[in-house]
């Protein structure tokens, strides 16, 4: 069975500009998590998904980030326009059940120069 | 503020010691989680335990849970070079489903 994958690995981009990371869920699991951790402090929760509808968004940073999960399958988390402090690895997750074991993707790490 | 917090930040250890670390959290949990995180690769599941469970072993690890103190404690017994690796602890509460992790644990295994 497939993991969570995340699409790129890593990206470089220069402040001001747009990124759209992508994660792809386990099939079949409905639950879609992306969480963060910048600059060495904890992984931080951004926003988690039913199939396509936001459950909570209360971890998103600011009105530069969305997220979106159209059809329910993978999502995208864009940042527009980026700035210094976004700089960090992004992970994403996905589980069958709300508040079951999650499992993660190997992350994006983003640099923003 | 973040609800798990792991003690040590860093321990280092000789290959085939065990090594054990702390997690406290401040609410009620549903679940809690550990996860290993090698360097530059993505959040490994190592066991999750429930708030009504004390003790939970797979393979090497141990992990208790003391919801009166609100906190848990992971052992890795006998442990190898490739246990060197962050590891972070993850709470979840009821009807939350998100995950609060702390800080993490570097474990270093010396050969």
């Known amino acids: 069975e497939a993991g969570v994958t995340q699409f790129p690995s890593h990206s470089v981009i220069e402040k001001g500009q747009t990124v759209t990371l992508r994660c792809d869920p386990i099939?079949?699991?409905?639950?879609l998590y992306w969480y963060r951790r910048v600059m060495g402090k904890e992984i931080k929760f951004l926003l988690h998904?039913?199939?396509?509808?936001?459950?909570?968004e209360s971890g998103m940073p600011n009105n530069r980030f969305l997220a979106e999960r159209t059809g329910g399958t993978y999502s995208t988390l864009k940042v527009q326009p980026a700035e210094l402090e976004d700089s960090g690895v992004y992970f994403c997750?996905?589980?069958?059940?709300?508040?079951?074991?999650?499992?993660f993707g190997p992350g994006t790490r983003l640099t923003v120069l | 503020s973040q609800q798990g917090e792991e003690d040590p930040q860093a321990l280092s250890i000789q290959e085939g010691e065990n090594a054990t670390m702390n997690c406290s959290y401040k609410?009620?949990?549903?679940?809690l989680q550990w996860y290993r995180q090698n360097s530059g690769r993505g959040l490994v599941h190592l066991i999750l335990?429930?708030?009504?469970?004390r003790e939970k072993h797979s393979g090497r690890l141990r992990v208790t849970l003391d919801t009166s103190k609100k906190s848990s404690s992971l052992l890795i017994t006998a442990s190898r070079a490739a246990d060197t690796a962050s590891y972070f602890c993850?709470?979840?509460?009821?009807?939350?489903?998100?995950?609060?992790f702390g800080a993490g644990t570097t474990v270093t295994v010396r050969a």
């Open positions: 335990i429930r708030s009504n469970e």
């Open positions: 997750a996905s589980s069958i059940l709300a508040g079951g074991q999650q499992f």
């Open positions: 099939s079949g699991h409905d639950n």
């Open positions: 998904f039913v199939k396509e509808s936001k459950q909570d």
């Open positions: 993850a709470t979840d509460s009821p009807n939350d489903y998100k995950l609060s």
């Open positions: 609410t009620s949990i549903n679940n």
